[in-house]
């Protein structure tokens, strides 16, 4: 009997969870089904508040609701506009230094790094050769200076011949003549630095062979350089000699400012641009042949301009507009309006407003793609806002 209740009891438990559960589940499909409801109702009269205000302002201005947003008033200012394009530092006197006679380096009187003068030697060649040849001539002219020399003293007296005379005179200039050119020979064997500067790199040792045209060590100097830089065609005519630059080194984070020292009067077929030079100074120590530089050159200025962010300027059938805050015709508030404009040259986000804008407008600046002409809007810097549009 015992037994039997507890049966029963149990069986009871597990039908009033089974119904409800069932229960349950029912409300979950009715909720559901209750929201798709909803969200469609809710897209259907999205669709037609925004059918009706593009037909009707008034409806727009009266029961839209509105939108916050922030103002910014319209700047005039003078309005500068430049073109920046990479340069390389380079060196009139960064040079590659080539034997002129084919033979074997004997002696390398510098090393890399080391500072050395005008004329200085920096390497010596295997010239054994030619010295000797010069000695064997200038034995002979030792012996023909005296034969010469004995015989002007017996023309002096009038004893010999004039041809006598002409001979020996002519063997000793023959000989100094031809020790003359073996000694410029000579000279080629000796590589000596053409101006003052650094010995920035050698490229042979010494028993190795040096050829001419093939490099034996590279000279720079630091103290006449420039900067070259290809700028497009579609600039030519706009810089001259002088103009102001700034140069700035991006590995370096280094800023100078400079001018334009020489304008290319030739067009780059290749590459369709003209050499631009900008000098400068030799007091920068840390210039190196080669560093990147970037040149920002100003090629156009309006003073007085009118100038808004470039991100405001939004476009439709009728070109491009802003949208700025105004007083609402009917009622209070405030609401945005679409003022079209024609824009002119933009540089760094800010672009200049060519016709369109008196400049005493205020723009609407964030959440300026949030709203529509006609629409009410609620201004977060409200302040700032009454004192432009009050103005």
Known sequence: MKTLLVSFI??????????????LAEKKQHLKEYQQELKSLEDQIATLEAEIAEEDPTFAQQELKTTLV????VVTKTFEHYIEVRGSVTSRKNITISAE????????????????RTGQVLVSQNGETLRRNIQELQ??????TTRYDRQKNLWDQNIGTELQYLEAENGVKSLERRIASLQAQLNNYIIR???????????????EMAQPGIPVLRLVSLTDMFIEADIS???????QQGDSVMVSFPSLKKTIQSAVSSVGKVINENNRTFKMEVKLPNSLEFLRPNLLSVLRIMDYQKPDAIVVPTKLILEDAKGDYLFVAKNADEGEGKVAAKQHIDRG??????????????????????????VAEGVRISIANEEASNLSLNK
């Open 233 to 239: 065609e579609a600039f030519l005519g706009e810089f």
């Open 345 to 370: 040259q933009t540089y760094k986000n800010e672009t200049v407003i060519s016709d369109g804008l008196q400049g005493n407008e205020v723009l609407i600046d964030k959440g300026f793609r949030a």
């Open 70 to 73: 922030t103002t910014l008033p």
């Open 10 to 23: 149990a069986i009871s438990l597990l039908m009033a969870c089974g119904s409800d559960n069932s229960e």
């Open 139 to 144: 034995t002979s002219l030792d012996l023909a």
């Open 101 to 116: 006679a084919p033979a074997m380096v004997t002696s390398l009187s510098v090393s890399e790094g080391e500072s050395v």
């Open 193 to 207: 630095a053409p101006f003052s500067g650094t010995i920035d790199e050698i490229f042979v040792r010494e028993g």
